[in-house]
């Protein structure tokens, strides 16, 4: 069956500028994950979904950040008055469940410049 | 609060050499504990995991790990290295705190297999 997508693979954009990344989940799963992954490092948490809420949403930077899942099953990172230090791989995983032994399924990120 | 490390961002070993890339991680409640491999302009797969059964721990690829609370480490290994393993491994940790289950990632390492 299909994976984890993310569109668009690639995003460039100025400083200041507004930027949605969308995360098509596998079908069926009920918890959705978004992590950003900069140079170097391991993937970090921003924002978990259960069905159409934000269980936890502590990882977020600050509230230039915003994710919303209004159907339970594709997601939008919005990102407002994009700064250079927003660049990184925005990654996208989903779970069949939200319980801490369900394998999470990633998909191939979005690569997000800020110029 | 829980944290992850992985000591040694790059490790390189001779094709046919034994692989051991390892992660120590501190969690105040009884932890999960997964591997994931990223290959070049892939999403991340998962290895394997801990979820409290049996301590040595079977994935794909004829990796393993085990789990070993007193020294707090999940070290991955694999007898005999391929050309195909190499690629970047993360370490993660999970726990259920405050109510959720929250995912810290290693910063990685990249395996690389010497012909």
């Known amino acids: 069956g299909a994976g984890v997508s993310q569109t668009p693979s690639n995003k460039v954009t100025e400083k200041g500028k507004y930027v949605e990344l969308r995360c098509d989940p596998i079908?069926?799963?009920?918890?959705l994950y978004w992590y950003r992954q900069s140079l170097g490092q391991g993937p970090e948490f921003l924002i978990y979904?259960?069905?159409?809420?934000?269980?936890?949403d502590s990882g977020l930077p600050n509230d230039r950040f915003f994710a919303v899942r209004p159907e339970g099953s594709v997601s939008t990172l919005k990102i407002q008055r994009t700064e250079r230090g927003d660049s990184a791989v925005y990654l996208c995983?989903?779970?069949?469940?939200?319980?801490?032994?369900?394998?999470?399924?990633f998909g191939p990120g979005t690569r997000l410049t800020v110029l | 609060a829980q944290s992850v490390t992985q000591l040694g961002s790059h490790v390189s070993v001779s094709e046919g050499a034994l692989v051991l890339l390892r992660c120590n991680y501190s969690?105040?409640?009884?932890?999960?504990l997964f591997w994931y491999v990223q290959y070049p302009n892939q999403g991340l797969q998962l290895l394997l995991k801990?979820?409290?059964?049996?301590?040595l721990v079977k994935g794909i690829n004829g990796f393993e790990a085990e789990f070993k609370k007193s020294e707090t480490s999940f070290h991955l290994t694999k007898p005999s290295a391929h050309m195909s393993d190499a690629a970047e491994y993360f370490c993660?940790?999970?726990?259920?705190?405050?109510?959720?289950?929250?995912?810290?990632f290693g910063t990685g390492t990249r395996l690389k297999v010497l012909a």
């Open positions: 995983a989903s779970s069949l469940t939200s319980g801490g032994t369900d394998t999470q399924y």
């Open positions: 079908s069926g799963h009920t918890a």
């Open positions: 979904f259960q069905g159409t809420g934000a269980a936890d």
């Open positions: 969690s105040s409640v009884p932890p999960y």
């Open positions: 801990y979820t409290s059964a049996a301590t």
């Open positions: 993660a940790v999970t726990s259920f705190t405050s109510g959720t289950y929250k995912y810290i």
